[in-house]
């Protein structure tokens, strides 16, 4: 008897054994047939939330909605933020571009814009890093100074134009056109229609030289300063023009 009853608690406690395996079993199946359904659920929903924001002076959101209108976001897993970040890119005035996704359904777009500082030979601009772009546009609201100079000398032009212009701003005078000749030369024309002529070097001193000058130089009625050749040792030329007529005298 003892060993019948041996037998069927080693049975009752075998098939104990395999129905919990099999109820555990059916569970795992059940919850992975649940988590695929839920992600695949979540996989085909679209991305409905666009955030545009960033330092934009230029560009506008329906600039940034145009460029990536034939981007598809019905599925907001296979969204590619790169292509997104690469369409965005291409706008004119867009400096950098971050894009990133926020789960469930939300695509952030930060936009930086670029900064001009300078109009550069005509048909391009200088922006705060010394760095030349082209827009194809004119719709700045603010005039900017012309820079003309050699191809790859628009850091030192943009340098040049910040180290001269606060020395003028002493004398209450404001850059309003910087050229750099092919033999690095320099000509600046101040906002009150002035050209100087600085010559290669000793750029400071000369400057420094027309602004004590400047006060002092005798004018007739009916004429004001055209030029001032600076390039010179200890003085300087002055060349007039007629106020009516706007020609040299």
């Known amino acids: 008897m003892a060993t019948t009853e041996t037998k069927q608690k080693i049975n009752l406690g075998f098939w104990a054994g395999v129905v919990f395996f099999a109820i555990v079993l059916g569970s795992i199946i059940a919850f992975g047939m649940f988590l ?24 506008t959101k329906n600039d940034i909605e145009a460029a990536i209108e034939h981007i598809n976001f019905g599925n907001f897993f296979k969204v590619d933020v790169n292509k997104v970040q690469k369409m ?30 300078a109009q550069w030979n005509g048909d391009s601009y200088i922006n705060v890093y010394g760095e030349v772009f082209q827009t194809g546009s004119t719709n700045l609201t603010t005039g900017l100074p012309e820079f003309f100079g050699p191809e790859g000398t628009e850091d030192i032009a943009l340098e040049n134009y910040n180290n001269l212009n606060e020395l003028l701003s002493f004398g209450g005078f404001n850059i309003s056109e910087l050229v750099l000749t092919e033999r690095y030369a320099w000509q600046l024309t101040l906002k009150n229609g002035v050209m100087l002529n600085l010559g290669r070097e000793n750029r400071v001193e000369r400057i420094q030289r027309f602004m004590d000058a400047y006060p002092h130089i005798e004018l007739k009625e009916d004429v004001q300063i055209n030029y001032v050749d600076l390039r010179y040792d200890t003085g300087f030329a002055v060349g007039f023009k007629s106020i009516d007529t706007n020609e040299r005298v």
Do not use: C, F, H
């Not at 706008?91 to 930060?110: A, F, G, M």
């Open 88 to 117: 965005v890119q291409t706008l004119p005035w867009v400096y950098s571009v971050s894009v990133r996704k926020q789960w469930p359904n939300e695509l952030k777009i930060y936009v930086v814009d670029q900064s001009p500082i």
């Open 36 to 59: 695929n359904d839920k992600l695949s659920e979540d996989e085909s929903a679209p991305v409905t939330s666009l955030v545009i924001s960033g330092e934009m002076a230029y560009t």
